[in-house]
């Protein structure tokens, strides 16, 4: 437990004694020692001493950072302090805070590092304790197309125009020498630069970040290429052509299977299920009794949700579901999202030079697309179709496919349905509406003051102020028909402020019968 301990020393002054900092034992290869947290706060002492603990024998076992803890043969400005490392800890910053120590060390002995490649491991390790092994390969590869690795890269290869001039090449098509990237993936290496360049930042390589002074690239219109619901069942059916020699290497090659090809893309095309999480499904997951799918999602807490595969697609699913044990994967012969890519182009390819402007340019995740817009053109209303996609809200859903919101004849049409069937099953009947002929006329009988309160007559005032003295003001109000508010506001345009004294006290309260 920490303990309560005033600073020693005869040189410190009296103000130092009043606040006594909390103490921990640090554990060490011979023993333990004692340190000062630096805080006066009970609760940041007992973390401190949990976070020790964690370092020393639990999964985050680190002896290296207790090492730097406790070294006091360092100068002041290079020691690690209690309080720091607490706040690298909670932030999951522990490989920057050793990368700081190299930059410092290396600072300390003069001999600054001439190449900005040799602070790519530290930032890496710190950016994959705080995130994915994905999302910090993304920030990598947007590092390494700015700075390749067999390059030297000094402090003036980060200036202004260097950044320009790669920022300018993200869009281009790569046939001119760009990376022909799309808007929103060149925003992505953009986030991904900066985050390395601040590292440089604060590792004193460089003295500025550049890059805030170039404007990020727009964002794209939102994509909604999709086919028709006949379009997406010969696209479904073509993974059955023979003839196509793309194709059949494929298939060959890593042992596919037909079905699980053409019910995977009617899952993407019939329910709006994302590609990885498709890939994923087991076949415990489809329930074939109210053709729905529980999709797992991983993105966000709404990702994981239960889908309605349409009927058209339902035959694809229903057959792969029969033949697999509910443990098993369903997809059991596509490995990854590459290969299922690799078959989708080799059936997409010969439909689009066949029909250019129906298959032209559409993507295997354009399947949700295609669930998307037939759901809005039939009247789904939105907040049902982004449940479905796994959204949040339907704001996306309204803002990339609210242009395909029926028109007046297709709701007309699909209000006779809805009609219909309150018909067949509530047995609704419209009410009957009077023609105006015979539509009765409301005529006013009320007189012509009713919208006007009663006239009130008052008795004088030196009349009121009588009575008061010998009856309360409830029982007086009460005789003239008139609220105590009423009676109050007549006194004081008579002159009287406020009702003789005492005349309240004797007022019986109708709850209790006591007087007041």
Not at 74 to 92: A, D, G
Request: charged content about 30%; hydrophobic content about 40%.
């Amino acid at each position: 437990m920490p303990w309560l301990q005033k600073k020693s020393g005869a040189s410190q002054s009296d103000k130092t004694h009043e606040k006594p900092y909390w103490y921990i034992r640090v554990p060490t290869f011979h023993g333990t020692k004692a340190i000062s947290t630096g805080t006066s706060d009970k609760r940041t002492a007992k973390n401190i001493e949990a976070m020790v603990d964690e370092l020393y024998r639990g999964k985050r076992r680190d002896h290296e950072i207790l090492e730097w803890l406790l070294d006091r043969t360092l100068p002041p400005e290079q020691r690690l302090k209690p309080l720091v490392l607490y706040r690298f800890f909670n932030n999951n910053q522990l490989e920057e805070l050793k990368a700081r120590r190299k930059t410092d060390a290396i600072a300390a002995s003069k001999e600054p590092p001439a190449d900005a490649n040799a602070f790519v491991e530290g930032w890496y390790k710190g950016v994959r304790q705080r995130s994915s092994v994905d999302h910090a390969d993304r920030f990598l590869r947007a590092v390494r197309s700015f700075m390749p690795a067999d390059v030297v890269f000094g402090a003036e290869r980060f200036d202004y125009a260097p950044l320009v001039e790669w920022h300018g090449t993200l869009m281009e098509a790569r046939e001119q020498g760009g990376h022909g990237l799309s808007a929103e993936t060149a925003r992505r290496y953009r986030v991904g630069l900066y985050n390395f360049i601040e590292h440089l930042v604060g590792c004193r390589f460089i003295a500025t970040n550049h890059l805030d002074r170039i404007t990020p690239p727009k964002y794209s219109v939102p994509r909604d290429r999709h086919l028709s619901t006949p379009d997406a069942i010969r696209l479904i059916h073509a993974f059955e052509d023979e003839s196509n020699e793309a194709l059949q290497k494929l298939i060959r090659e890593y042992g596919l299977s037909v079905l699980e090809l053409q019910a995977f893309n009617a899952l993407l095309s019939g329910a709006g299920v994302e590609v990885s999480v498709a890939l994923g499904l087991q076949a415990s997951a489809v329930w074939r009794d109210t053709k729905e799918v529980f999709a797992p999602g991983t993105k966000t807490h709404s990702r994981k949700r239960v889908v309605r595969v349409a009927d058209w697609a339902w035959p694809w699913v229903d057959a792969l579901a029969r033949i697999r044990r509910p443990g098993e994967c369903l997809f059991m012969t596509i490995p990854d999202r590459w290969i299922a890519a690799g078959a989708f182009n080799a059936v997409i390819k010969p439909l689009a030079e066949r029909e250019p402007g129906v298959f032209a340019d559409y993507w295997m995740r354009d399947g949700r697309h295609t669930y998307a817009v037939r759901a809005i053109k039939a009247g789904t209303p939105p907040i049902v179709v982004a449940t479905q996609l796994g959204h949040k809200n339907a704001i996306l859903v309204l803002k990339v496919y609210g242009i395909y919101v029926p028109g007046s004849a297709e709701r007309d049409y699909w209000e006779a349905k809805a009609a219909e069937r309150d018909r067949d099953r509530d047995g609704v009947v419209a009410a009957s509406i009077p023609s105006p002929a015979e539509a009765p006329v409301a005529r006013d009988t009320r007189p012509a003051n009713a919208g006007h309160a009663p006239k009130i007559q008052w008795p004088p005032a030196k009349e009121l102020l009588r009575r008061l003295k010998n009856q309360s003001a409830v029982a007086l109000v009460k005789e003239l028909g008139v609220s105590d508010k009423a009676l109050r506001k007549h006194l004081l345009s008579r002159g009287v402020k406020k009702l003789p004294d005492g005349r309240r006290s004797r007022v019986a309260s109708p709850r209790t019968g006591k007087s007041e």
